[in-house]
């Protein structure tokens, strides 16, 4: 199959973009969905790391323990990466595995903490990547899921599945050529909107302590692709006795985000 080379995007955002300042976004973000001061005691699985920058955050807010766990090489190293340049190498286990491998997950353990931002949707296999992290969970515990929305009609989620396809089966070249194109019509768009792009860019980074070139790139890119309605991601978690405790919700193509609570 096809994939998208998340791992090389992230390396991108740490090489350029990572820094206090994303860190504290970053944290200020979880803390705040997560509606806590401190994640003092508790234990973080970040499933899907990406960058390893959520998984630092956690232990900035005080987790005892963190795991990062993702199935590309490049983004465990960029977590790997953040783990050595912190003070927090006892507390911080990073390994590599697929959320669709049920026996990995599984021999992880329960957390009270499950994050898991943007990464289902990429596995290939949604639903059941859902399942399989759904057992980590403590009783009493959360799980801070992202899940891109379901967005109907002609511009909605379908034709975003085969620009993402297209580009994933496309040579090297005209890769970069949609992402120059894909980037300079976001430029495009905000200068239309009388907004300055630089201002956009800087500010950014509040968003999560994300890059928006970065995110412009896996939003190109990130394949494979599957979308829920809010409807979808509420009733899964509630056939398995699961409360919804925040929410945040899009009418466009980004993610829908859910915080539940394992009864
Ligand atoms: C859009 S990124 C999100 C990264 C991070 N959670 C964040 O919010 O910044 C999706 C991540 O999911 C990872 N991923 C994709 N399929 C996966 C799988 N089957 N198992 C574990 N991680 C996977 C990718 O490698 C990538 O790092």
Same mark, same amino acid.
């Given at each position: 199959?096809?994939?998208?080379?998340?791992? &090389?995007? #992230?390396?991108?955002?740490?090489?350029?973009? $990572?820094?206090?300042?994303?860190?504290? *976004?970053?944290?200020l973000k979880l803390a705040d969905f997560l509606k806590?001061?401190?994640?003092?005691?508790?234990?973080?699985?970040? $499933?899907?790391?990406?960058?390893?920058?959520?998984?630092?955050?956690?232990?900035?807010? +005080?987790?005892?323990?963190?795991?990062?766990?993702?199935?590309?090489?490049? *983004?465990?190293?960029? *977590?790997?990466?953040?783990? *050595?340049?912190? =003070?927090?190498?006892?507390?911080?286990?990073?390994?590599? +595995?697929?959320?669709?491998?049920?026996?990995?997950?599984?021999?992880?353990?329960?957390?009270?903490?499950?994050y898991c931002w943007g990464?289902?949707?990429?596995? +290939?296999?949604?639903?059941?990547?859902?399942?399989?992290?759904?057992?980590? %969970?403590?009783?009493?515990?959360v799980i801070f899921v992202a899940i891109y929305n379901?967005?109907?009609?002609?511009?909605?989620?379908?034709?975003? #599945?085969?620009?993402?396809?297209?580009?994933?089966?496309? =040579?090297? %070249?005209?890769?970069?050529?949609?992402?120059?194109?894909? %980037?300079?019509?976001?430029?495009?768009? !905000?200068?239309?909107?009388?907004?300055? =792009?630089?201002?956009?860019?800087?500010?950014? /980074?509040t968003k999560r302590?994300m890059? #928006?070139?970065?995110?412009?790139?896996?939003? !190109?890119?990130?394949? =494979?692709?599957?979308?829920a309605s809010v409807r979808?991601i509420f009733?899964?978690y509630?056939?398995?006795?699961?409360?919804l405790q925040n929410i945040k919700t899009t009418n466009y193509i980004g993610c829908n985000q859910f915080l539940f609570? &394992? /009864?």
């Amino acid at each position: 199959m096809n994939r998208f080379e998340f791992g &090389k995007n #992230w390396q991108s955002f740490l090489n350029n973009h $990572f820094s206090n300042e994303v860190l504290e *976004a970053s944290k200020l973000k979880l803390a705040d969905f997560l509606k806590v001061d401190t994640l003092a005691d508790k234990t973080f699985v970040d $499933f899907g790391s990406g960058s390893g920058l959520h998984s630092l955050a956690a232990l900035e807010l +005080g987790a005892k323990v963190v795991m990062s766990v993702d199935y590309d090489k490049v *983004a465990v190293e960029c *977590a790997e990466r953040l783990k *050595a340049n912190s =003070p927090y190498k006892e507390n911080w286990q990073v390994h590599q +595995g697929s959320l669709l491998d049920s026996s990995f997950i599984s021999g992880l353990g329960q957390f009270d903490i499950v994050y898991c931002w943007g990464v289902a949707h990429h596995t +290939g296999n949604m639903w059941q990547a859902l399942e399989n992290i759904s057992k980590n %969970i403590k009783k009493g515990g959360v799980i801070f899921v992202a899940i891109y929305n379901n967005v109907e009609g002609k511009l909605g989620s379908r034709m975003w #599945w085969q620009i993402k396809h297209f580009y994933n089966k496309s =040579p090297f %070249i005209v890769k970069k050529i949609m992402e120059y194109m894909y %980037i300079s019509y976001n430029f495009v768009i !905000l200068l239309l909107h009388l907004k300055n =792009p630089f201002n956009v860019m800087s500010s950014y /980074k509040t968003k999560r302590g994300m890059a #928006w070139s970065t995110d412009l790139v896996d939003w !190109l890119g990130g394949y =494979p692709y599957e979308y829920a309605s809010v409807r979808e991601i509420f009733d899964f978690y509630k056939q398995r006795s699961f409360e919804l405790q925040n929410i945040k919700t899009t009418n466009y193509i980004g993610c829908n985000q859910f915080l539940f609570i &394992k /009864k």
